[in-house]
T-cell receptor, first 111, second 112 residues
Framework: GENVEQHPSTLSVQEGDSAVIKCTYSDSASNYFPWYKQELGKRPQLIIDIRSNVGEKKDQRIAVTLNKTAKHFSLHITETQPEDSAVYFC??????????FGAGTTVTVRA | NAGVTQTPKFQVLKTGQSMTLQCAQD?????MYWYRQDPGMGLRLIYYSASEGTTDKGEVPNGYNVSRLNKREFSLRLESAAPSQTSVYFC???????????FGSGTRLTVV
């Protein structure tokens, strides 16, 4: 099955700085890569996703890049704010209706 | 429009007890999933149902059973709870892969 590795496991950034989280996947057939944000005690929520036919996607302060050749994808958060503090999960799917998740990155934005 | 509703929100069980976690959705989604979330391990798929009447094992199915009662409801049963099943359980639904999952609010289960 698909194996998704996520790094780093924790990330502390100064407010206003950028944060980058990286994920690698094992199955070259994977074609859908969503990112979820989970605030403390709440459910994961989809924040952005990218498909294998796209190299980059942006939505305001967040962006995701995909390198199919290297089988890795990254989440970039610019101008970080305190409300960006959360656990972020990457995931991958072959389009078979199952998502495989990374272990998560705890992001702390310092004021 | 409640989305995905899980019950109960919290539960404490003794080792060997049984219980059923309930999940119901009102979004008319075909696919439903049960995940468990443990610290440092992300979300791991227990069972899923791609459509009404079908269920399949995920990554960590041992110790669990599921029932897709109808299109709306997908339940997860622990027949004989073990401390290793202490976790947060999330139900999720999916219309198509295009939009990603919608998660329920979770059930925090402790087995003592």
């Amino acid at each position: 099955g698909e194996n998704v590795e996520q790094h780093p496991s924790t990330l502390s950034v100064q407010e206003g700085d950028s944060a980058v989280i990286k994920c690698t996947y094992s199955d070259s057939a994977s074609n859908y890569f969503p990112w979820y944000k989970q605030e403390l005690g709440k459910r994961p929520q989809l924040i952005i996703d990218i498909r294998s036919n796209v190299g980059e996607k942006k939505d305001q302060r967040i962006a995701v890049t995909l390198n199919k050749t290297a089988k890795h994808f990254s989440l970039h958060i610019t101008e970080t704010q305190p409300e960006d503090s959360a656990v972020y999960f990457c995931a991958a799917s072959r389009g078979d209706y199952k998502l495989s998740f990374g272990a998560g990155t705890t992001v702390t934005v310092r004021a | 429009n409640a989305g995905v509703t899980q019950t109960p929100k919290f539960q404490v069980l003794k080792t060997g007890q049984s219980m059923t976690l309930q999940c119901a959705q009102d979004m008319n989604h075909n696919s439903m999933y049960w995940y468990r979330q443990d610290p440092g391990m992300g979300l791991r798929l227990i069972y899923y149902s791609a459509s009404e009447g079908t269920t399949d094992k995920g990554e960590v199915p041992n110790g669990y059973n599921v029932s897709r009662l109808n299109k709306r409801e997908f339940s997860l049963r622990l027949e004989s709870a073990a401390p290793s099943q202490t976790s947060v359980y999330f139900c999720a639904t999916l219309p198509t892969i295009i939009y990603g999952y919608t998660f329920g609010s979770g059930t925090r289960l402790t087995v003592v």
